[in-house]
């Protein structure tokens, strides 16, 4: 009964995979070797860019369909079988000897999963981010070539970022009132360093760390039944990251706004709504999450940060009593941001441009969820993009990591 709904789960994701990894390499491009004849990055995209951008988006809709479809088959036909969440209750999900490792999501995603009445939850999660060379849509470009990508009358600029490293700190606390609601609080702590080249040649590092917004919210259990359940994220964040920090290391010893990519947040509230279901199985779980971050007004620079979306779909294994292992597929769509800061020059760097932040992407995730004596978890994604289409140009990211600790009591 269980056999045709798990190949078709698998099988469809891998070869979307395929298709998209074939897209990315005929794609590939190098501007290197002083051509001025850059495409216009700014003008309307050329026919093969809008085509595979397209294409693209297709494909993560469909590796979304796909995760949607499979997993209201897996819901429909484990709801016959088991009872899996009731058995859940019986072991106490926090409290028993043997809790599921899996009722939470792959570490990459927040706001997964509610708490029972009077629970409280603390987690240290650790976020690595790195990034290196430069793209122009989905086309990689070198360094020198990412300072002729202005696409304003042969002009050039002055500095591109050529790496970027970030590590986040998080914090997060959560409690739950009751059965129906989850609250919780996330400050972070973020470090931000970038490599630049200079239009002569010369290289500089500048580097930013600090408290950067601080997330929170509500979690609002749906509906739940015996082994599948839906949760909402009324989510928003507080502007506690600055926005202002300078560094003495771009113009000899004079102090610069850091850009765009080097700040500590939005600078604005945000609503983060999101949408998690997550079913189960006797083998493992799945599940979907949408999960929106949207500025409200404009911040104290006079920008405003652009909006993001991202959908998710996983699936995991059990692969022992505490140990579980999953697959995650990522569709993130990051909107360019609206005003300026007048303190940066857009005609000095890619990071100093509004209209050169945004782009899509598409990305794998393999996580591990480890659980120790005493109840708590390890929780461990990798997560590597295999598709990316960025506005104008920016650094492409290379892989991200995110490890965590919790536990509940
Ligand atoms: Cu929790």
Redesign the pocket.
């Known amino acids: 009964m269980r056999l045709p709904q798990k190949p078709i789960g698998m099988v469809v994701p891998i070869m979307t995979l395929g298709a998209l990894l074939d897209q990315k390499i005929v794609g590939k491009r190098d501007f290197t070797g002083g051509n001025l004849k850059m495409p216009n990055v700014l003008s309307s995209r050329c026919c093969p860019r809008a085509w595979a951008r397209s294409v693209a988006r297709c494909l993560s809709f469909f590796v979304v369909l796909v995760a949607f479809t499979s997993t209201v088959a897996a819901a429909a036909e484990t709801s016959l079988l088991t009872g899996v969440l009731d058995r859940l209750d019986e072991e106490g999900d926090h409290h028993g000897a043997a809790p599921r490792p899996d009722t939470?999501a792959p570490a990459g995603l927040m706001g997964d999963?509610a708490?029972k009445t009077g629970e409280v939850?603390v987690?240290y999660k650790f976020m690595t981010m790195s990034m290196d060379d430069n793209r122009t849509g989905t086309d990689k470009v070198s360094d020198a070539g990412a300072l002729m990508a202005t696409g304003s009358m042969g002009s050039m600029f002055m500095v591109a970022g050529t790496r970027m490293h970030m590590d986040m700190h998080m914090f997060h606390l959560?409690y739950a009132p009751s059965d129906e609601f989850?609250l919780y609080l996330m400050p972070m702590w973020t470090s931000v360093t970038m490599d630049h080249r200079r239009m002569n040649g010369t290289r500089f590092r500048t580097h930013n760390e600090g408290f950067d917004d601080m997330a929170a919210g509500a979690l609002w259990l749906l509906d739940k039944d015996e082994d599948s359940e839906w949760i909402a994220n009324l989510g928003f964040s507080v502007p506690t990251g600055d926005l202002n920090n300078t560094t003495t290391a771009a113009m000899g010893g004079m102090a610069t706004r850091l850009p765009y990519p080097m700040r500590l947040g939005s600078g604005t509230f945000d609503a983060r709504p999101g949408l998690t279901w997550k079913g189960y199985r006797e083998d493992g779980g799945h599940g979907i999450q949408f999960q929106a971050d949207l500025p409200i007004g404009t911040n104290y620079r006079d920008y405003s940060v652009g909006n993001t979306y991202s959908v998710s779909g996983w699936y995991s294994w059990l692969l022992g009593e505490r140990v579980s292992t999953s697959v995650r597929f990522e569709g993130l769509m990051r909107e360019n941001f609206s005003g300026a800061d007048a303190d940066l020059d857009p005609a000095m760097s890619p990071m100093a441009r509004t209209n050169m932040r945004g782009g899509d992407s598409v990305n794998l995730g393999l996580g591990l969820v480890w659980m120790l004596e005493g109840g708590s978890r390890i929780n461990f994604e990798w997560v590597k993009p295999f598709y990316q289409d960025l506005d104008g140009v920016q650094l492409e990211t290379d892989f991200m990591m995110f490890t965590s600790w919790?536990k509940?009591w």
């Open positions: 939470h999963h708490h939850m987690e959560m989850t919790s509940s």
